[in-house]
């Protein structure tokens, strides 16, 4: 019958434990500074923006509105912040986005609120990868049950850009977008 001695009863009892290879250290990424990625932004954009009436339902029931939006960097950068003001067949929405920037985690945090209920809504939190695609989450609920949100900004040029907010009730698996706004840069 062979015994098996465990490497920590080998080293109490004073055998040799046996030879590992040597690991390399490793080595955490180095992050990115993404403290200019809405530099982009700053000025005065026409706006085009297409809504889902009823995100999550099976609706494929779109809106068109059209408008400007203006955004101006705060606190010397570390903050921007975007007024949007559309009109369309379905009304008029005005609303803000506030984003800052996280030196720490180096991420930002995007907040919006709808002058028709004045609420400041969760943060969406994340940021742009090297390509300068730009992707955001949070948990939120619709219609009282739990969903994903995720904001992607892409197709980014220094005269256009466009933004998608996308819905997921099921963690993520699929999307349904609900939100598409392309922006054409004005002044």
């Not at 040029?157 to 819905?167: G, I, V």
Request: aromatic share 12%; net charge negative; no cysteine.
């Amino acid at each position: 019958m062979k015994i098996v001695m465990p490497i920590a009863a080998a080293l109490l009892l004073g055998a040799a434990a046996p030879a590992f290879a040597e690991t390399p250290p490793v080595t955490a990424p180095v992050l990115r500074d993404g403290s200019h990625d809405f530099d982009f932004e700053f000025g005065a954009w026409k706006a085009h923006l297409l809504r889902r009436l009823h995100p999550l339902t099976g609706s494929t029931t779109w809106v068109a509105y059209e408008g400007t939006s203006t955004v101006r960097k705060v606190w010397s950068g570390k903050a921007d912040l975007g007024e949007l003001e559309v009109d369309g067949a379905q009304g008029h929405i005005e609303g803000i986005s506030l984003r800052l920037y996280n030196p720490e985690t180096r991420q930002w945090s995007i907040r919006w609120a709808n002058s028709a209920d004045g609420d400041l809504g969760l943060p969406l939190v994340g940021g742009f990868d090297a390509s300068g695609r730009g992707e955001f989450y949070d948990a939120e609920t619709l219609g009282g049950r739990a969903i994903l949100a995720r904001f992607v900004f892409s197709d980014m040029t220094p005269t256009s850009f466009q933004l998608e907010q996308a819905f997921s009730a099921d963690g993520g698996k699929t999307w349904e977008a609900n939100w598409i706004s392309k922006f054409t840069k004005t002044g």
